[in-house]
């Protein structure tokens, strides 16, 4: 073969070879528009919903961030008022519980262990 068919053969190679990459690079950016396009669609479904979410937790925490200051002002009363029982228990002497429960008609139940109706398993 003369040496001008093999560079007239080796520039049309390299010519072809550019259009197969230039092909295959057409092809792989559509499907990555599409790709893209899909994504873009599935998050913006999946940020609504997570936006809606949110916005019910929010309310639900402003709710119970309310009933916690609640609770969280009655304790100090409620410490004042275990520690005045334990004071007061203190100076009676030590009674056991069932009878204090029962004489003071507070309904409370004994603990298990302490009622002979509540066995142990």
């Known amino acids: 073969m003369?040496?001008?068919l093999l560079i007239i053969l080796t520039v049309i190679e390299i010519v072809l070879l550019v259009v197969a990459l230039a092909l295959f690079v057409i092809v792989i950016?559509?499907?990555l528009r599409?790709?893209?396009n899909t994504i873009g669609q599935v998050s913006d479904g999946a940020v609504r919903s997570i936006q809606g979410d949110v916005f019910l937790v929010g309310a639900g925490a402003a709710i119970l961030n309310r009933k916690l200051n609640a609770i969280a002002k009655a304790l100090?009363?409620?410490a004042e008022k275990a520690e005045s029982l334990a004071a007061a228990r203190?100076?009676?002497g030590q009674v056991p519980q069932q009878t204090q429960a029962q004489a003071s008609g507070t309904g409370w139940r004994p603990e298990i262990?302490?009622?002979p109706a509540i066995r142990r398993g």
């Open 2 to 4: 003369s040496p001008v």
């Open 34 to 36: 599409s790709l893209a």
């Open 90 to 92: 203190q100076t009676r």
């Open 29 to 31: 950016t559509r499907r």
């Open 113 to 115: 262990g302490q009622d």
């Open 76 to 78: 100090p009363a409620i």
